[in-house]
Nanobody, 116 residues
Framework: QVQLVESGGGLVQPGGSLRLSCAAS????????MSWYRQAPGKERELVAF????????NYADSVKGRFTISRDNAKNTVYLQMNNLKPEDTAIYYC?????????WGQGTQVTVSS
């Protein structure tokens, strides 16, 4: 069965960095685009970044362009989100997402808190 397991969240000061990981299993990882989403308290879940299956194309929310980088290692079945110059407004639970055969799969999420 499909499993997505995020890790790497934590508490960081403004201006700091974190790298999130999402380990995938149960499907042919390299064949599918992957996305990172986030949900802040009281807000809707929003798309943060997207990457194609081969990793050749990426897209970002305007709010994170130039600060976040999505990447993937298809040999390790893992997608990453490198987050630099973090801001308090980046505080949220971060989720990775897979869409496959008409179904949507989410990981359990990892909490990122940006605070001094």
């Amino acid at each position: 069965q499909v499993q997505l397991v995020e890790s790497g969240g934590g508490l960081v000061q403004p201006g700091g960095s974190l790298r999130l990981s999402c380990a995938a299993s149960g499907f042919t990882f390299r064949n599918y685009p992957m996305s990172w989403y986030r949900q802040a308290p009281g807000k809707e879940r929003e798309l943060v970044a997207f990457i194609t299956g081969a990793g050749g194309s990426t897209n970002y929310a305007d709010s994170v362009k130039g600060r976040f980088t999505i990447s993937r290692d298809n040999a390790k079945n893992t997608v990453y989100l490198q987050m630099n110059n973090l801001k308090p407004e980046d505080t949220a639970i971060y989720y990775c997402k897979l869409m496959r055969v008409g179904l949507t799969y989410w990981g359990q999420g990892t909490q990122v808190t940006v605070s001094s």
